[in-house]
């Protein structure tokens, strides 16, 4: 995949509104001419707070995008703060049909890579539905992992030095040229150099498409709480012997 579909960049010299307009454009893909997911490069942001508030503003900009042409709002399903430091293997985050993660990296010690399968595309090729794909050849074992190899993308502008915001389509609908319906990915990360005195954070977020007039999942209160906290969770995965921050 070319590094310029995959790689975008933000400052205070661009608006969130245009920025939307190529994420959305690159990430809620409904065909496979585009990747399904795009990292964002924020160069103007030291501050997490600040980052956290462009995220929800960027949602927000993705779902004046999306409701007039599917007459559906985009909503978050989860918010939260996450030392992820455990290497995993191809997966989808636990969602709807049609959803994708927006998820926020902050600089860190913590070196790691991403990587993603274009599952989706895989399964077109091989005139299967995704969720029958991963039935089949689930790629957590090497069989579907090397039917998968080919399909396998590094996020080549990664960086664990500055703050960056990934989008990843992580959806399970079929594909149909009628019914036109999100196309997923699934996406690992790589921890190279874990450290339980450092600090890997990820800001998460899972959004989804819902009916107009849909009563908010998480709040307003919750959002707001999301983008202003210090705490960040630290007990997940094997790591339960671990204190939260904040």
């Keep these: 995949m ?9 400052d205070a010299t661009r608006s969130v509104q245009l920025l939307a307009a190529d994420v959305y454009e690159r990430v809620c893909r409904s065909d496979f ?11 103007t942001f030291g501050d997490s707070v600040a980052f956290r508030r462009l995220m929800v503003d960027l949602k927000n900009e993705l779902s004046e995008i ?3 042409r599917v007459g559906k709002k985009l909503e978050y399903l989860s918010v939260g703060r996450f030392d992820q430091q ?5 997966h989808l985050d636990g969602g709807p049909a049609e959803c994708f993660l927006m998820l926020g990296y902050e600089p860190s010690a913590v070196g790691s890579r991403i990587q993603i399968a274009d599952y989706s595309r895989c399964a077109h090729d091989l005139g299967l539905a995704p969720q ?29 030095e500055q703050f960056q915001i990934v989008c990843i389509n992580n959806s399970f609908a079929a594909y149909s040229s009628v019914d036109l319906s999100w196309q997923g ?20 977020t899972m959004i989804a498409p819902v009916e107009e007039g ?12 999301f983008v ?19």
């Excluded at 001419?33 to 160069?43: D, H, I």
């Excluded at 202003?228 to 012997?241: F, L």
């Design 214 to 225: 849909t009563q908010e999942i998480i709040s307003g209160e919750k959002v707001l709480e």
């Design 86 to 90: 455990v290497t995993t293997k191809f």
């Design 2 to 10: 070319q590094t310029a579909l995959v790689c975008l960049k933000y």
């Design 66 to 68: 999306h409701s007039p």
């Design 33 to 43: 001419s585009v990747p399904g997911y795009c990292l964002v490069s924020v160069e």
């Design 185 to 204: 990915v699934l996406h690992t990360a790589e921890i190279l150099t874990p450290d339980d005195v450092a600090r890997r954070v990820i800001n998460s």
């Design 132 to 160: 029958e794909f991963l039935e089949r050849h689930n790629p957590m074992f090497q069989e579907g992992f090397e039917i998968l190899r080919p399909y396998i993308a590094e996020i080549p502008c990664f960086s664990n």
């Design 228 to 246: 202003r906290t210090s705490v960040v969770h630290r007990r997940g995965h094997d790591k339960g012997y671990l204190a939260d921050d904040g």
